[in-house]
């Protein structure tokens, strides 16, 4: 995701017609390939061919880390590091310190999911430049980067014009 | 299969959609809204002038005394927060429910949600003796041994809990909203605009890998938000249910409060939704009449619910044997304070039951009176529990009342200004309904549209 | 105790870092090194430490009061009635004394109002306990070498506390110890 | 513990050397105290140091924070001594032994100093009469001597004097008001109008001084005993008040005589019933007949509501039914007439002719072990002197007389007469008066008008007046010679005859004060009449002692003792009775449909310390009704007009009319109501100022007397109400095992109070207790709900008073509080106990459990510690506490405190909490660190008995005792391990360090109260606590 690439995209204006130009595409053996939506379009994650996402295992093991953390800090603060009687007390009260626990668990889980989500979507990113303004609005686009294999703009348009596109743009920088 | 009534209304295409939502957020506002915003702003700065008198001179200000420690700041506090329970419930639980009807109304939910959660958390800070020192109740490292906080204390696992709620709900909001900014970036045609809109959308694309990960977040938060807000308004209520008062100190309050907050958050978005209507016609397609009336379903529903917890915790108080909860009860229905407990009673049993009747549920004056008193009756239930479980305890020596100040009416009616104004602002400058749920059950309840 | 604990105290204290609190972590704001000027240039180093006074020969009350006490001006006029008389600061002293005033000496270790520190108690258990600190010098640095008396410890409530824990045996650490 | 040191340099204490009194001197005192905690900004930076506070105060956050950024604190200075006074070690308080008079009783103190300031006073436990306790009003004299109203110089008024109006007052020095008074009292025709000394010297100065000046001396106090002392001469052939031995008497039967609350010596008579109260050993049977509800009559053990025309008819009827009737003794036929008319009157106040005669019958066979007691100024009807001759008879023909009452052990200090101002006031208005003397009284307020004193003022070309405060005499006065305080002058007091009581100062005088024996010699020497050969008080005291005691150290060990001499404690036999004063026992008091008396409240008394925050804040241990006196009607008569608590009514008698708040109270007749006196003070103080109402104009001047009781009155409802403060708005424990009671042939049956008794188990072992383990018990058989403990606990631990605004708003802040509840059949008599309670320490404290940043923790000797510098103030604590013990700091309320020189009242043991802070009862941990620490310095174990609290040491009637679980001897170990032992709520397993012995009742009837109760009643509409509105 790093670096900017030139590449060629082709724009739809219904999100069913590019399901279907994304299945081909994928099956005429494009594997760089993505499709750029509005909104997340129903089956297209298979049309483009991308797997399950690997966010949850990151949210289990924060939940595990806050979790854990979360006990820990009240253990060692409370049964530790300044032990105190507070109100004929156990130090170590278990059953008080679930809530908190709880809570690290959610928090950890959550934000290291956020975080993840970010961090794979290359977001945030300042100012990118964008292929055309309605596709976050009404259209969508199949956009195929140079890294393609066996990339060539001719030959990625003239497919992109077979597969139906409303337009073909080609874009220096994306 | 039932066929169901369309969840957006008129003849819409994607473009109409996104033209329709961001509109508000492109034009100059109306008289109305700045009518509405200055009215909103002028009792925000009121509020924060009177937590300022209140602040410089003394808790004495309010009504609080001995025996009645807590009063209307954590009273409001719990109201703030309870509201704050819907906008999650619609956003999260809706969402792994699969009800599709949320998309339309969970963006506002969700702001409502924040705000709500803003507007609650000021009260705890202002509400100890000494607000300048609340950060103690951070277990951070420091020069005094180091001495650290009592993790057995409620109020500890508020500080976690709402603070953990507060994060998690501004994030989700925040997730949800990033296609919907790019949208608006896209859309710019002022430099300064895209700038702002360009920085909040954080570069979003929309790419099929992007929403791959983003719509995998959107559920991982929406399931852990759902224990979450279960876990937070549990956590309120053991401010109450660990202490050892009679009429605080019952098993029945986490499932209690969290009806409760869901029953009086839906009042709220009723009451906004209703408002929302009004002010922007548009909204009308997407926010339709059979939105209100689900909602209305689940005030009536929460609203037995609620009932059935007042009518358990009277039978348990009397079938406990213990003569202290006994008394609280009876002095709760019968005592000094009745007038509360009745007021608690019409507005959250009784005036939602009209919602039987599907005309009612389909009236706009109607539901928003109702919701009005929802939320009245909801902040009475507060006031009932904090209040008249403090007045009367276990040695009668020490019974008083409770000494309501025009301070106490100040701080109330203020935190309304500091929720509407943020409320108000968010109209403008969010979209108020998310743009990309929205798009995907254009198509439900209406046959597809061919090219 | 346990060395294990101190690697499992590394997240906490990450977490805590990322708390954005750290700040008051080091003895910053305790006026450590704390060293102002006073009326009089007394120098503790002359009489304390060349002329080897000891430290109950003024601060009379430290071994029965609370309060150690700055000496009242008629203890410096035992020996400045005759000693050091052509000395400028001495006259002023004894002007003062003559006058039935006093001398505004800038108080260098301050405790809040709400801690109750006793003298009394500290100086007896560090000459008598086995593990003999010196009784003076433990908390207020080498008094003997200062021309000019400066804060040598942070008096936070840390560094009583963590010496009430360390030392055997363990001093008291209940609130109610200091504060009432 | 105590400390008594012996006072070496005398010459400090009392110099009146101008040099020590100068302003620059006492600022320069004032700034010694500076590294004490009552200062907390430097005090050489007076201008700087508001507004730091108040910048601390703002921005207390941002300071915080901004500490990160190593700013530099205030720079405090350290003040030495010059020369250190060899007696003062900073930081160790040194305890003196004195004496004081509260206005109501002498009482034995040892005041407790630091660094040259009274801080605290106690009882000197080793004295006969009060021992170790203190009134309300012993205890809030160090407030009374750091009063800030207090007159600071001579003052010179200028006056018409004519109409007696000021017009501008000048403070002057001694040497132009001496040289002005002395200028009058040459012409001759001088008077003194003074109340009766019960010092011994200070006597002798007087008749002196009338002697040499040819002046005369009146005595006279507003709330005098005259009719004892009238009666006892026509009885007895002697004019003295009596000492009871309440220890004595097996039965006491007290027609208004509130000897637990305001009769006499309060104290010492407590402390004396008590000792007759032991459950265990037998205890004495308390009988009250009273008019206005009192400690004596809640604490008695069967009570009769009365009117005021009904008490002399009852000493009659019972004489009636002893002699013809009973026929056990025969009496004087000049009084059987008499006797006849009255022999039914019992059944006006509800008893029947059974329980008559057999309450008759039960003081017959108690005579000779029993006690009729009747006096207050409840009982000063028109047929006061009939009414105490009668009671001398009945208890002559008892065979009491010199058992149960020692005339030989006389309350001195009283012989004083409402016919001596009256003399004064006619003596005034024909002219014969030139100059008056005034000294430490207030007739202008305390008289009516009726007594016309004011007017008979006007004829008098000087007054002069000796007191403390510009009150309402002292502003028509024409000279204001302020006399100083019981703790800046030197005395000698024989309160109880035989038994003679040093009165040291224990600080320099404040201001420029002199006292009224200084002046008297003064004035004696300038008249060149000198009356004495020393030129002090000071010398004429000390030489008088030297050489009645021998010797230069029998004088320092009478200084360090206190006192000297033995209170009479055997039988007189052979006392004699004057028949014939019989034939003044006449009853011309006729009865009204609806009577008035007024009477005095244990803390105000006749209003003289009504300026004192503490007095008017301690709740009314009867009405628990603080900062107001009001009407007290019965239930059932303000059922039939319809009143309300704080309904105000008109009341009307043929003397005066006014209009006063209602409160109602069980425990009074339904056709008298009483109202007290000492509110409504004019001038005097800022804080007394429109406190109350003034009701001295209902009394009555007739024939010589002031009549206080039984007058015919008329009440009329106004549709207005008043606010009045009380502390506890419920007063039925609802069914609960609260304060605990049971009677007294039940407890012997079974051996057991007769509670349910929980059996509590924990799912772990608890922490242990190892070290100390601190405990309180409380015996409820002993409390009278005095509040003694209330106000002590106040000075020791630096407790502010909230004023009446917000002791309505519930937000008083006593540690220790005393809870009453009645029982029984509310509109006829009820009983009343009487619950101190403070916190309770529980082990497993609910409070601490909640408190977010450990503001309050256990120690390990099981003290629940409040850290007031770690509270964020939740008040969360205070919600979860069950007994709501808790106070919380709403404001900054040292504001009063700080009102100079009141801040040197402040005890630098204990922080002076800042505001938004909670605060509650410490066990007094200041004391106990105290004691370790010298138990430590003398290596040794702390012995039960070493730490005393605030509120154990005062208790007249040792109610609370304090000491360590662990010491298997202490006493606390043996008052846990009784039979009546009890812990408060038992059932939420707090597992409270206090616990309460049961009380118990020496009656026969069935006790309505505690489990015995109503079950349940429906909560009435509000609870007066807070106010009525």
């Known amino acids: 995701m790093a670096k900017r690439q030139s590449g060629v995209a082709g724009i739809w204006s219904d999100d069913q017609l590019i399901l279907e130009a994304a299945e081909k595409m994928r099956l005429a053996g494009y594997k760089k390939f993505d499709a750029i939506t509005p909104f997340p379009v129903h089956g297209m994650e298979e049309a483009v061919g991308i797997k399950r996402s690997t966010i949850p295992w990151v949210t289990f093991f924060a939940a595990l880390v806050g979790g854990f953390c979360g006990m820990y800090l009240q253990y060692w603060t409370s049964a530790v590091s300044w032990p105190i009687n507070v109100g004929g007390k156990p130090m170590f009260s278990i059953p008080a310190f679930i809530p908190v626990t709880f809570e690290l668990t959610i928090l950890f889980a959550a934000l290291a999911s956020v975080g993840t989500m970010f961090f794979l979507n290359g977001l945030p990113k300042v100012d990118p430049p964008i292929i055309d303004p309605d596709l976050t609005s009404h259209k969508f686009a199949l956009w195929v980067p140079d890294s393609e294999e066996g990339y060539s703009v001719e030959k990625v348009e003239a497919f992109l014009k077979e597969l139906g596109a409303e337009e073909v743009k080609r874009v220096a920088e994306y | 299969m039932m066929d169901r009534n369309p969840l957006i209304l008129g003849n819409k295409t994607y473009k109409d959609i996104t033209d329709d939502i961001c509109e508000p957020v492109e034009r100059l506002p109306g008289k109305q809204w700045m009518l509405m915003f200055f009215s909103a702003k002028a009792l925000f700065l009121f509020y924060l002038t009177s937590v300022a008198i209140i602040l410089f001179t003394g808790m004495g200000l309010m009504g609080t005394n001995h025996p009645i420690g807590w009063g209307t700041d954590i009273v409001t506090f719990v109201f703030w927060i309870g509201i704050g329970h819907a906008g999650t419930l619609i956003s999260a639980v809706l969402f792994l429910f699969r009800q599709k009807w949320r998309t339309s109304v969970a963006r506002s939910a969700e702001a409502m949600t924040v705000f709500a959660v803003m507007t609650a958390g000021i009260f705890p800070l202002i509400h100890t003796g000494r607000p300048w020192l609340d950060f103690w109740l951070l277990p951070y490292p420091n020069q005094r041994g180091p001495l650290w906080v009592n993790f057995r204390s409620p109020l500890l696992w508020d500080v976690f809990a709402v603070s953990t709620y507060a994060t998690v709900s501004i994030v989700f909001w925040y997730v949800g909203l990033v296609p919907d900014f790019a949208t608006i970036r896209d859309r710019a045609k002022n430099k300064m605009r895209k700038k702002i809109y360009g920085i909040l959308s954080l570069g979003w694309r929309g790419s099929t890998r992007n929403w791959s990960h983003y719509e995998m977040v959107y559920m991982l938060l929406a399931g852990l938000a759902t224990p979450l807000v279960l876990s937070v308004h549990t956590i309120v209520s053991f401010d109450f249910a660990v202490a050892s008062l009679p009429g605080w100190h019952t098993t029945i309050f986490p499932p209690y409060f969290v009806a409760g907050a869901i029953f009086s958050g839906f009042g709220m978005v009723v009451t906004l939704l209703t408002l929302v209507r009004i002010g922007f016609p548009k909204f009308k397609d997407y926010i339709t009449i059979d939105h209100m009336e689900v909602m209305n379903k689940i005030i009536m529903t929460t609203g037995l619910l609620v009932g059935y917890a007042y009518c358990s915790e009277l039978f348990i108080a009397w079938y406990s044997g213990m003569k202290y909860e006994q008394y609280a009860f009876i002095n709760r229905a019968l005592g000094p304070y009745w007038w509360a407990y009745w007021i608690m009673f019409s507005c959250n049993v009784f005036v939602p039951q009209i919602f039987w009747f599907r005309a009612a549920r389909r009236s706009i004056p109607i539901m928003f009176v109702v919701s009005i008193f929802v939320n009245i009756g909801m902040w009475f239930e507060r006031f009932v529990i904090t209040v008249t479980s403090l007045h009367r305890d276990f040695l009668p020596s020490n019974w008083g009342m409770y000494e309501w100040s025009i301070y106490d009416a100040a701080i109330l009616f203020g935190s309304f200004g500091m929720f509407l104004t943020l409320f108000l602002l968010y109209l403008r400058a969010f979209p108020a309904i998310s743009i990309a749920e929205v798009k995907p059950v254009l198509y439900v309840g209406k046959k597809r549209g061919g090219h | ?180 | 513990m105590e400390k008594e040191q012996m006072q070496t340099e005398n010459k400090k204490w009392k110099s009146l050397d101008e040099k020590y009194q100068t302003p620059e001197f006492l600022a320069q005192a004032e700034k010694e105290f500076q590294t004490s905690p009552l200062k907390d900004e430097d005090a050489d930076d007076e201008k700087g140091g508001l507004a730091r506070r108040q910048f601390m105060k703002l921005m207390g956050a941002s300071i915080a924070m901004s500490s990160a950024a190593c700013v530099r604190r205030p720079v405090q200075k350290i003040i030495p001594y010059n020369k250190r006074p060899s007696e003062i070690v900073i930081g160790v308080a040194n305890y003196y032994a004195s004496s004081l008079f509260d206005g109501r009783e002498g009482l034995a103190v040892t005041v407790k100093t630091r660094e040259g300031r009274p801080l605290h006073l106690q009882g000197n436990a080793s004295h006969p009469g009060n021992g170790s306790g203190l009134s309300v009003r012993g205890s809030a004299q160090i407030l009374n001597l750091y009063d800030p109203d207090r007159v600071r110089t001579p003052v010179i008024n200028s006056q018409d004097s004519k109409k007696r109006g000021n017009k501008l007052s000048i403070p002057r020095d001694w040497d132009s008001l001496d040289q002005r008074a002395v200028k009058q009292l040459k012409e001759g025709d001088v008077r003194i109008l003074t109340a009766d000394t019960p010092s011994p010297s200070l006597k002798n100065l007087i008749n002196k001084f009338t002697k040499n000046t040819g002046a005369q001396v009146h005595y006279w106090s507003p709330i005098n005993q005259w009719e004892i002392l009238k009666a006892s001469e026509l009885c007895y052939g002697r004019a003295s008040v009596p000492r009871y031995r309440y220890d004595k008497a097996k039965m006491i039967v007290s027609v208004d005589g509130d000897f637990l609350g305001t009769h006499l010596n309060p104290t010492e008579s407590s402390r004396l019933f008590s000792k007759g109260r032991d459950p265990e050993k037998g205890m004495s049977h308390l009988v009250s007949f009273q008019s206005v509800p009192s400690l004596t009559s809640f604490n008695s053990d069967d009570n009769y509501p009365i009117k005021p025309s009904q008490q002399l008819p009852l000493i009659l009827a019972i004489l009636h039914e002893l002699s013809f009737e009973q026929k056990k003794v025969s009496l004087p036929a000049s009084i059987s007439a008499t006797l006849k008319q009255h022999a039914e009157v019992y059944k006006n106040i509800g008893m029947s002719t059974e329980e008559f005669s057999g309450f008759v019958s039960e003081l017959w066979n108690q005579r000779g072990q029993s006690l009729v007691l009747t006096g207050g100024l409840q009982a000063k009807t028109r047929d006061a002197l009939a009414l105490q001759i009668a009671t001398n008879y009945l208890n002559n023909l008892l065979g009491n007389d010199g058992v149960t009452i020692h005339w030989a052990a006389s309350l001195n200090g009283r012989n004083q007469s409402d016919e001596a101002i009256g003399t004064l006031i006619s003596d005034m208005l024909e002219g014969k008066v030139k100059t008056l003397i005034i000294n430490e009284l207030n007739p202008i307020y305390n008289l009516p008008q009726a007594s016309r004193f004011k007017e008979a003022l006007g004829k008098v070309n000087t007054v002069l007046v000796t007191n403390n405060w510009m009150d309402e005499t002292a502003v028509l006065a024409d000279m204001v010679a302020p006399c100083g305080h019981y703790m800046e002058n030197w005395g000698d007091n024989e309160f109880i005859s035989g038994i003679v009581t040093i009165q040291q100062p224990t600080i320099r005088p404040l201001y420029e004060t002199r006292s009224f024996a200084d002046s008297l010699i003064v004035w004696a020497k300038m008249l060149e009449k000198p009356i004495s050969q020393e030129d002090d008080f000071y010398s004429v005291v000390k030489n008088k002692w030297m050489g009645q005691l021998g010797s230069e150290q029998a004088w320092y060990d009478f200084l360090q003792k206190g006192f000297d001499g033995q209170v009479y404690d055997g039988i007189e036999r052979n006392m004699g009775f004057n028949t014939s004063a019989l034939e003044r026992v006449q009853v011309t008091l006729e009865p009204t449909t609806l009577e008035l008396s007024l009477y005095e409240k244990v803390a105000i008394h006749d209003g003289s310390m009504a300026n004192l925050s503490w007095l008017q804040e301690l709740p009314d241990p009867v009405s628990k009704i603080a900062w107001d006196n009001y009407l007290i009607v019965s239930p059932t008569l303000a059922d039939s007009l319809r009143l309300r608590d704080g309904s105000m009514v008109q009341v009307q008698t043929e003397s005066h009319t006014m209009n006063l708040p209602v409160y109602i109270s069980p425990g009074q007749h339904p056709e008298s109501v009483a109202v007290a006196l000492g509110y409504g003070r004019g001038h005097g103080g800022e804080l007394q100022k429109d406190v109350g109402f003034n009701v001295n104009e209902f009394i009555v001047p007739f024939d010589n007397q002031f009549v206080f009781a039984g007058h015919s009155v008329q009440l009329k409802k106004l549709n207005t109400t008043y606010m009045l403060a009380q502390t506890q708005g419920h007063h039925s424990m609802e069914g609960r095992d609260i304060a605990v009671e049971t009677t007294q042939d039940l407890y012997k049956k079974s051996n057991d109070i007769g509670i349910h008794r929980h059996k509590i188990f924990s799912i772990w072992n608890g922490h242990k207790y190892d070290g100390h383990k601190w405990a309180m018990g409380v015996d409820l058989n002993s409390c009278t709900g005095c509040s003694a403990c209330m106000v002590a606990c106040q000075s020791e631990n630096n407790i502010p008073s909230v004023g009446k605004k917000y002791v309505l708003g519930g937000r008083e802040m006593h540690w220790i509080r005393i809870d009453r509840y009645y029982s029984g059949n509310e509109t006829k008599s009820v009983d009343a106990i009487f619950q101190p309670v403070m916190c309770q320490h529980c082990e497993n404290a609910p409070c601490e459990t909640v408190c977010p940043v450990l503001a309050t923790v256990h120690s390990d000797e099981g003290l629940n510690d409040m850290v007031y510098n770690r509270c964020v103030g939740t008040r969360y604590c205070s919600n979860n506490c069950p007994y709501k013990v808790r106070r919380f700091n709403w404001f900054y309320y040292d504001g009063h405190h700080r009102k100079e020189p009141l801040h040197m009242a402040l005890n630098p043991d204990v922080t002076v909490r800042t505001r938004g802070v909670m605060e509650k009862c410490t066990f007094c941990v200041q004391r106990i660190k105290e004691a370790k620490n010298t138990a430590k310095d003398e290596k040794r174990d702390l012995k039960d008995g070493d730490i005393r609290t605030a509120c154990q040491s005062v208790c007249p009637t040792d109610a609370i005792v304090f000491g360590d679980l662990n010491d298997k001897n202490s006493q606390v170990n043996k008052w846990f391990e009784s039979q009546r032992q009890y812990t408060l709520l038992e059932e939420l397993n707090a597992a409270p360090r206090v616990r309460y012995l049961a009380k118990i009742r020496n009656t026969q009837r069935d006790l309505g109260g505690g489990h015995h109760g109503p079950s349940h009643s429906t909560p009435e509409a509000t609870d007066h606590k807070g106010g009525h509105s």
């Not at chain 3, 109002?113 to 207020?140: G, I, L």
Request: glycine share 6%; hydrophobic share 30%; with cysteine.
């Open chain 3, 1 to 180: 105790m346990f060395k294990v604990q101190y690697l499992l105290k590394l997240p906490i204290l990450f977490l805590f870092l990322l708390l954005g609190f750290g700040c008051e972590w080091g003895s910053i704001g305790y006026n450590k090194g704390y060293q102002p000027e006073q009326p009089i240039p007394f120098s503790h180093a002359l009489h304390s430490g060349e002329y080897k006074m000891a430290c109950v020969y003024c601060h009379t009350q430290v071994e029965v009061a609370k309060h150690s006490a700055v000496p009242s001006l008629n203890i410096c006029m035992n020996c400045h009635m005759v000693v050091g008389t052509d000395k400028e600061p001495i006259q002023k002293l004894q002007q003062k004394y003559y006058d039935g005033e006093t001398v505004n000496w800038v108080k260098v270790h301050m405790l809040p109002d709400h801690v109750k520190f006793n003298h009394k108690r500290h100086v007896h258990r560090f000459s008598e306990a086995e593990d003999r600190y010196p009784a003076c010098q433990t908390c207020h640095g080498d008094v003997k070498q200062m021309d000019v008396v400066q804060q040598y410890n942070s008096l936070s409530m840390g560094w009583c506390v963590n010496c009430h824990r360390e030392s055997e045996p363990k001093g008291p650490l209940n609130c109610s110890t200091c504060h009432h």
